[in-house]
């Protein structure tokens, strides 16, 4: 999260806010695809207890720059493997 600007960090945090650990997904050997990276990474969230605005909180924030930024998101928000 060192490399994002103060309002990523705000809203990664909102997304974190009463997690007790990080949902696990795997990416390794997916679909490299921007929207396969984010739907896997919400379908791992759901699984893990997100709430609605968690979620989207999530996704609204990777859909906010390029494609670097949605994997950072992903990498911040979640165990990634």
């Not at 960090?9 to 390794?28: C, F, H, N, S, Y």
């Not at 699984?47 to 720059?65: D, L």
Request: charged share 25%.
């Amino acid at each position: 999260m060192a490399n994002m600007k103060p309002q990523e960090r705000k809203t990664i945090l909102r997304v974190l806010e009463g997690m007790d650990a990080k949902p696990q997904v795997q990416l390794v050997g997916e679909d490299g695809n921007a929207m396969a990276i984010i739907s896997a990474c919400s379908r791992a969230g759901r699984r893990a207890g997100w709430t609605r605005e968690q979620e989207r909180a999530f996704v609204e924030e990777c859909m906010s720059s390029n494609y670097d930024h949605v994997l950072n998101t992903a990498m911040a928000c979640c165990d990634v493997s």
